[in-house]
């Protein structure tokens, strides 16, 4: 896989473990639900290092001082539904003040191209800060154009947030958008002849919600 700047690996131990017990089949739905909620969580940590900050003053039980402190009325998290459900919870619980945006696609039989059936976001996008998550990027097809539709709608900040990524969903994204962050817990092997991520974890909407 050719090197982007736009793709970074968040290589952290305890995201590690988590994610290597999400991986075995016999991890029960709940305590997958709840690990990947745990991941997002850290991820969001990572990605909160490039958020900018406004200094305000405030009073202590001891004296006045200037403190440092986000508006979390201006981010936006967007899960691509509806595996991106999964994540959004986490990242909703580091920055519990955000709006929720909800994307939905599938692809055309006929013409192999993704469709919205779905859009409900916050107004005044361009003016936010998108956490778009999704957690499995496969061949990429799908997430490009759902970034592609929220620039239509006018956002200019957006951040994308996967659990586990393949090399050829990687190229695709980061060629289609270069000016998008990728923030992954893993890039995987590749894609098997199903398309799905070699080792990877299975089905994340299906493990998500038993339906299996």
Request: proline letters at 6%; a neutral charge.
């Amino acid at each position: 896989m050719q090197n982007f700047e736009s793709v970074h690996l968040i290589e952290n131990p305890l995201i590690t473990h988590k994610l290597s017990i999400m991986r075995m089949k016999t991890t029960p739905g709940k305590d997958f639900r709840s690990l990947l909620e745990e991941i997002a969580m850290l991820m969001t940590y990572e990605v909160a290092k490039t958020f900018q900050s406004r200094e305000v003053e405030i009073e202590t039980p001891i004296k006045s001082c200037r403190v440092n402190v986000l508006d979390e009325e201006n981010f936006v998290i967007v899960p691509i539904l509806r595996a991106g459900l999964g994540m959004s919870a986490g990242v909703l619980k580091m920055l519990p003040g955000a709006s929720v945006g909800h994307i939905g696609l599938y692809r055309d039989e006929k013409t192999f191209q993704p469709v919205e059936y779905y859009s409900k976001m916050p107004p005044n996008l361009s003016e936010k800060f998108l956490l778009v998550t999704d957690p499995m990027l496969a061949t990429g097809g799908s997430c490009a154009a759902a970034l592609q539709m929220l620039k239509e709608k006018g956002a200019k900040k957006i951040v994308l947030m996967t659990l586990l990524a393949a090399p050829k969903g990687l190229e695709t994204v980061a060629k289609a958008h270069p000016d998008v962050p990728i923030y992954t817990a893993s890039i995987d092997d590749g894609l098997n002849e199903k398309a799905y991520i070699v080792p990877g974890l299975g089905d994340a909407g299906d493990r998500i919600f038993g339906t299996l």
